[in-house]
């Protein structure tokens, strides 16, 4: 793209500039180095733009400038990457230019760790900010889509013009960034002149985001109103489609969202007039109940039917609009939610006519803003809360929760039921769920799945009659859950037996063998005979295991002895048509004990002639029956008679494997005396 440029313009260009986005996923482009671009463009500067780092072909290039731009504050350790790349390929250290919102909030951690860059504060809306030869207020500029196509990454929203219409917000919320990065509150930037640009330039766009953090506090929101409708964002307005030609309907979306507590029904009305889809209200804290379905109400009166809502979770005693909020907790979250959906129905009930409500919800948890990971706990919240939240969101892919089904199926029909999918093991959360028929599937397809299905329904339906069984034990078992971490250390840190039975359930299977020597006799027992889905899933998963290893099976021979073999040999009988290592793995596990009560191995032979096709299906599990009985000599016997037919089809296959597949493990592992026929056989 470079070089590219350069010859294309036919002279010596100012300067080269390179701009830099960290290389996390994000859903807007960088705004703020779009307009930087749009300004050294200007100068005839050559500016190239990447995400995270440059490619192959202009490794090695120093550049005059580099910009950087940061985002949240959790992302430190990407943009850290970012920086620390920029001086490497910059001429001029002092010349790493950093801005943009974590720069704005952490200025003292960007200057320790990097003390050579030159740190940007707050937004370029300043003569003279970057310190460029006749720079004038870069933030007025038309953002540069051009650079867009520098990099291989996609935006999911870029065909739109991204603007701001008013600066800063004025409510002085004590968790919002905003009055740092925008202290000023400014009502009303008009965006003609940037819109016409970007069509001339770059050709329209079909929407508009608007990124103002509070266009309700304007005192010129009618002007701003007026505007939108002038340029082509009336309600109901199209966009012909570049590709067919076709009316497309145009949306503006006030991105950052609408106060409830400034709705009034004068603004909804002009909202109503505008293609404004969807209405973001957010829904902060439970104290704002009465005003956010006021605000709910007045939009869905005046047309507006679709809205959405961010649901702050994991928060703390915070001050702003006025007043105090206490910290949230998990049942503020759920209550929250459920009005949401209930409010959704009532409003459809008195304005759904002539079309349907639709309210989204999206939970957002909440991080300090000097937080340099996403480790935050809020006072009311926990890691295995906090991680249950997460997995149940997963579903939605970020398009928020509006079905009334879905919600009570993921969340609850109850805080209680709620609280209890938050304290389930992780893996079994994302279980939950009925049966579904898939019209696709064969019949034997379907019956594997819904047998799988009822296996692990089974697990659910058991740690629920665990919890709810917890009485006293209930918060003792919270405090035992509530790091999301489930070693066998926090195993060892249950008193009673239902919290050891419930601690069970969170630990893999692995986890499970491997330790089950020192679990005890009382697991085993709950596992065998309370539940012994669990012991069967066990089974299942040793003999499924590609690479069984054999220390994890000694635990369960020293307690069991042969009826652990006894039972993994009937779990396999149920599924023969495995390649499994497993009963190699219980020899080992003997051998390492020093008590071989039974050769295993023998059966590993049996499935490689089976394999081959050497020995037939009633063949195979008339051996594995005699392997319930241990009888080597038997199972010995019935493979050496058909050790000619295996020798004659590996032959066919591959003639080493006669020496390297059979003489091997059949010589060496002793199951036939082959010292004297083997010779004769192999010759003959």
């Given amino acids: 793209m470079y070089w590219t440029l350069k010859k294309a313009r036919g002279f010596n260009l100012m300067e080269d500039i390179l701009l830099i986005e960290p290389n996390y996923a994000n859903k807007y482009p960088p705004l703020g180095l779009m307009k930087i671009s749009t300004f050294h463009k200007m100068l005839d500067d050559c500016v190239v733009f990447a995400k995270g780092t440059l490619p192959e072909q202009l490794e090695g290039k120093k550049w005059d400038r580099v910009y950087l731009s940061t985002l949240f504050t959790f992302e430190w350790e990407e943009t850290k990457k970012s920086i620390q790349y920029a001086l490497t390929v910059v001429k001029d250290e002092r010349m790493v230019f950093v801005g943009g919102i974590m720069a704005t909030l952490m200025s003292e ?69 905003v009055q740092t990065l925008e202290p000023e509150y400014v009502p009303y930037i008009s965006i003609r002149d940037q819109i016409a640009e970007v069509d001339k330039r770059f050709g329209p766009k079909r929407n508009l985001l608007l990124m103002d953090n509070n266009v309700l506090r304007s005192n010129q929101f009618d002007k701003i109103v007026d505007e939108l409708i002038e340029l082509g964002f009336g309600k109901g307005s199209t966009y012909p489609s570049p590709r067919t030609g076709k009316p497309l309907h145009r949306h ?97 009930d008195k304005y759904g006519n002539d079309g349907r409500v639709h309210i989204f919800s999206f939970p957002m948890k909440y991080m300090p803003l000097n937080a340099t990971d996403r480790s935050f706990v809020g006072t009311n919240w926990n890691k295995k809360y906090l991680r249950a939240i997460q997995r149940m969101l997963i579903p939605t892919q970020g398009k928020g929760v509006s079905s009334r089904s879905f919600f009570k199926a993921d969340f609850g029909t109850t805080v209680e039921e709620f609280i209890e999918n938050l304290a389930m093991p992780e893996d079994l959360l994302g279980l939950r769920g009925h049966f579904v028929e898939r019209s696709t599937e064969t019949k034997e397809d379907r019956e594997k799945r819904y047998a799988k299905w009822k296996v692990n329904h089974a697990r659910i339906d058991e740690w629920t009659r665990l919890y709810r069984s917890l009485g006293d034990d209930y918060t003792s078992y919270v405090e035992l859950v509530k790091d999301n971490d489930f070693s066998i250390d926090t195993y060892w840190q249950a008193s009673t037996p239902t919290l050891r039975k419930m601690l069970i359930h969170n630990l893999s299977y692995l986890c499970i063998l491997r ?32 690479h069984t290893q054999f220390s994890c099976l000694k635990g369960m021979l020293i307690l069991q002895g042969t009826i652990f073999i006894s039972d993994i040999i009937r779990a396999f ?20 004990l020093k008590k071989v009560v039974f050769d295993t191995r023998c059966l590993s032979t049996a499935i490689r002639y089976k394999v081959t096709n050497a020995i037939s299906d009633s063949e195979f599990r008339n051996i594995m029956r005699l392997g319930l009985e241990a009888d080597e000599k038997k199972i010995e016997m019935r493979l050496y008679k058909k050790y000619k037919q295996i020798r004659e089809t590996l032959r066919e296959q591959n003639q080493d494997e006669i020496q390297e597949g059979i003489k091997s493990p059949i010589e060496h592992n002793g199951f036939i005396p082959l010292e004297s026929t083997l010779p004769h056989i192999m010759n003959g």
């Fill in 573 to 592: 009988i149920e599924e023969p048509y495995l390649t499994t290592n497993v009963f190699d793995a219980l020899y080992k596990a003997q051998k390492e």
């Fill in 252 to 348: 503006i979306d006030f991105n950052q969202g609408l106060d409830a507590k400034l709705m009034t029904e004068h603004k909804a009305k002009r909202l109503g007039e505008l293609a404004i889809t969807p209405a973001r209200i957010a829904f902060d804290h439970i104290e704002d109940a009465k005003q956010y379905k006021k605000a709910l109400e007045l939009c869905a009166k005046n047309g507006i039917k679709s809205l959405s809502n961010y649901i702050l979770y994991n928060g703390e005693d915070f001050t702003g609009k006025g007043q105090y909020y206490h910290a949230d907790t998990p049942q503020d979250l759920f209550v929250r939610m459920k009005i949401s959906m209930d409010f959704c129905d009532a409003l459809n």
């Fill in 515 to 546: 330790n089950i020597e020192v679990l005890g006799t009382e697991i085993l027992t709950y596992i065998k005979v309370e539940f012994p889905s669990l012991y069967s899933e066990l089974l299942r998963y040793v003999i499924h295991s590609e």
């Fill in 109 to 177: 951690l960007f200057i320790e760790t990097f003390p050579t860059i030159t740190l940007i504060k707050g937004l370029l809306n300043r003569d003279g900010t970057l310190g460029l030869r006749g720079e004038k207020c870069i933030d007025r500029l038309t953002l540069d889509y051009d650079i867009l196509d520098d990099i291989d990454y996609k935006y999911p929203a870029t065909d739109a013009y991204f603007l701001y219409m008013t600066r800063g917000c004025g409510m002085k919320c004590q968790f919002c960034a």
